[in-house]
């Protein structure tokens, strides 16, 4: 069975920094992507930033010189380095195994101002 589970989430101020984990079992996780996406508050979900399986990764605009994602095979895990955090960024934020509907049940990220 596959399971994605994130973790990392909290309450941070402006310009605070968090990182998120995202850990998959149930699959030869070395040859998948993954993706990081958010969904804010009353708003659609929305793609943050996508690691390769050879580690190629792709930010969205909001995410360029302030997320890091990064990938460690030996712990079939990926995270998501966030620097400089603004309140827009608040969001419930999920992690998804690239070309296949699997979910993990999201953690929440409040940036306050």
């Known amino acids: 069975q596959v399971k994605l589970v994130e973790s990392g989430g909290g309450l941070v101020q402006t310009g605070g920094s968090l990182r998120l984990s995202c850990a998959v079992s149930?699959?030869?996780?070395?040859?998948?992507?993954v993706t990081w996406h958010r969904q804010p508050p009353e708003k659609p979900r929305e793609l943050v930033a996508h690691i390769s399986a050879r580690g190629t990764t792709i930010y969205a605009d909001s995410a360029k010189g302030r997320f890091a994602i990064f990938r460690d095979n030996a712990k079939n895990t990926v995270y998501l380095q966030m620097n400089s955090l603004k309140p827009e960024d608040t969001a419930v934020y999920y992690c998804?195994?690239?070309?296949?509907?699997?979910w993990g049940q999201g953690t929440q990220v409040t940036v306050s101002s």
């Open positions: 149930g699959v030869t996780f070395s040859i998948y992507g």
């Open positions: 998804q195994i690239a070309g296949r509907d699997n």
